[in-house]
Nanobody, 124 residues
Framework: QVQLVESGGGLVQAGGSLRLSCAASGHTFSTYAMGWFRQAPGKEREFVATINRNGASTYYLDSVKGRFTISRDNTKNTLYLQMNSLKPEDTAVYYC?????????????????WGQGTQVTVSS
């Protein structure tokens, strides 16, 4: 069982930055691949980024490549998403999730545990 709690969301102007954090409970954090997803109003939840168990490999949604960076600190049981050059279309509730898959899971059904989400709003 893993409990995930996101933080760091807020209101920012276009071009600004935010860093999201996802704190995981338990001592098995390093055995999970982790991911970030987002859901904008009226839209389905979509994949944003994923990172493997030791943090050596990552994969991103094309529209966030070069702007977002996913990372993890297994000593702190924490996942991060650094978001730079934010655009209004990045406005969404952002969720972190944990997967027992070994490699880079990109689909929601590959993830077992989910956080409650944190709101990110980018104004133009």
């Amino acid at each position: 069982q893993v409990q995930l709690v996101e933080s760091g969301g807020g209101l920012v102007q276009a071009g600004g930055s935010l860093r999201l954090s996802c704190a995981a409970s338990g001592h098995t954090f390093s055995t999970y691949a982790m991911g970030w997803f987002r859901q904008a109003p009226g839209k389905e939840r979509e994949f944003v980024a994923t990172i493997n168990r030791n943090g050596a490999s990552t994969y991103y949604l094309d529209s966030v490549k070069g702007r977002f960076t996913i990372s993890r600190d297994n000593t702190k049981n924490t996942l991060y998403l650094q978001m730079n050059s934010l655009k209004p279309e990045d406005t969404a509730v952002y969720y972190c999730a944990a997967s027992s898959r070994a490699m880079l899971p990109r689909y929601q059904n590959e993830y077992t545990y989910w956080g409650q989400g944190t709101q990110v709003t980018v104004s133009s």
